[in-house]
């Protein structure tokens, strides 16, 4: 039964202990659903790609996220572009979902052609009256975060995506992400509502039990313990590390590399943290050694000792290494399941069977997806229960997911209207269409 009533979705909004995980039907409603496509997905910067798929003028990469065609187009004039993915005309999707390499953007429908700026340049048979300036396709807000691309749908973006880009920027410059290459990709759906996908991505409750590949390079203490449940000899440990993050951190900054732990999470549209994290055993990469995986270093790096740059987003997480990079964005597909993909990107001049091998590259991160997987089909199979009360989170090893769910109800509740209204489409006077 649906529930899309706005006073059922702001009273299911409400309706969660803090502290607690979402009640049932916030992992499994339709209607909630459909408000968080709108408010969470369009109105809000998600992760959509990287700038280095789309390396020369005619570039073009093709995605559907919130029930929207997305098209991001290299133009000739080098810069990037997002459009929405279908024709002016009667809608049809222009681009295929994937990679493409065009001249234009021409329709397969009626052959409206679209020139890779995005302007309307053929139309047939449209009559003296029409005006193709009127029609050129519909623009997307697009940001490039040092190689990372965040698109916003909707107008009136969050103007503190200036606060990812500055702190990204940063960090990310060295390692010249707009100019490596996407070795791998893969794409999973998990059974699982999205949001328990990013619950589960926020703590590393888990990881000990059900990640042995990653727990190699992975210290777990960076996401909060409590000394309290340590043995004498983890207490120990939990302590050394923390000392050595201290002098890492110290270390990093003073040679021109900030480090130092940055969060954006409720109080801030745009949902960030980011901090370098130093791995474990060698510490050069999340492999099952902790060694490089690719011989070649991302950009003009010169260092292998630079830890992962950790970034987390409403729509994605990043792990960036010296190596390589391994970059994470959710797409939900229903309220029940969500797909992830995964690109692992390597330096532009590194070449396969030489500098790295796709079995070492990737083989930490897949198994990982594979268990995560795994565990959120079981979370969403009694957490969407209807006769499940939510447990409490720890507050010592997931208060990220407490961040993260006081976050997305301060989101959803900004965007619902005073009365409780979901917000309506209307036609503006320049043509386009807007939410009131
Ligand atoms: S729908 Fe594209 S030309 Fe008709
Ligand atoms: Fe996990």
């Not at 130093?278 to 990469?285: K, N, P, R, T, V």
């Not at 268990?371 to 090893?397: E, I, N, W």
Request: hydrophobic content about 40%; some cysteine; charged content about 20%.
């Amino acid at each position: 039964m649906r529930h899309d009533a706005p006073a059922s979705i702001r009273a299911l909004l409400g309706s969660r202990v803090p502290g607690h995980g979402f009640p049932p039907a916030v992992y499994a409603d339709p209607g909630l659903f459909d408000a968080e496509l709108e408010i969470i997905f369009r109105r809000h910067w998600i992760f959509v790609g990287l700038a280095c798929e789309l390396p020369q003028p005619g570039s073009a990469l093709a995605l559907d996220v919130a029930g929207v065609g997305l098209l991001i187009v290299r133009g000739a004039d080098g810069v990037l572009r997002g459009f929405v993915n279908a024709c002016r005309h009667r809608g049809a999707r222009l681009v295929a979902p994937g990679q493409a390499t065009l001249r234009r953007i021409l329709c397969p429908y009626h052959h409206w052609a679209y020139d890779l700026e995005g302007r309307l340049v053929a139309a047939r048979q449209m009559g003296a009256g029409f005006d193709p300036r009127a029609h050129g396709l519909t623009p997307v807000h697009l940001r490039d975060v040092a190689g990372l691309l965040y698109a916003h749908i909707r107008d009136d973006p969050p103007a503190d995506i200036d606060d990812l880009a500055d702190a990204m920027t940063a960090r990310l410059a060295p390692y010249r992400l707009d100019d490596a290459k996407v070795a791998h990709e893969e794409d999973v759906v998990e059974q699982a509502n999205w949001k328990l996908v990013i619950e589960n991505n926020r703590e590393c409750y888990h990881c000990a039990a059900s990640h042995p590949e990653l727990c190699a390079s992975f210290v777990t203490y960076d996401f909060g313990y409590d000394p309290a449940s340590l043995t004498a000899s983890q207490l120990a440990e939990a302590e050394r590390h923390e000392a050595r993050i201290a002098a890492a951190t110290q270390e990093w900054e003073a040679g021109g590399h900030p480090s130092a732990a940055i969060e954006h999470l409720t109080g801030h549209p745009t949902h960030f943290r980011t901090q370098r994290l130093l791995m474990a055993g060698d510490g050069e990469s999340q492999t099952r050694d902790g060694r490089a995986a690719c011989t070649l270093k991302l950009g003009r790096l010169t260092r292998s000792d630079l830890g992962d740059v950790h970034l987390w987003g409403h729509n994605c997480w990043h792990h960036v290494m010296a190596d390589h990079a391994v970059c994470f964005m959710i797409v939900p597909l229903s309220p029940t399941e969500t797909l992830l993909r995964t690109k692992w990107i390597v330096h532009r001049d590194a070449v396969e069977g030489r500098d790295y091998t796709l079995d070492r590259l990737t083989e930490v991160w897949k198994a990982t997806n594979r268990q995560d997987a795994a565990l959120v089909a079981l979370a969403q199979s009694g957490a969407a229960s209807p006769v499940h009360v939510p447990g409490p989170y720890s507050p010592h090893t997931e208060r990220q997911c407490e961040a993260f769910a006081a976050w997305y109800e301060q989101r959803m509740q900004a965007h619902l209207g005073a009365s409780g209204s979901t917000p309506r489409l209307v036609a503006r006077d320049d043509g386009r269409r807007a939410f009131a």
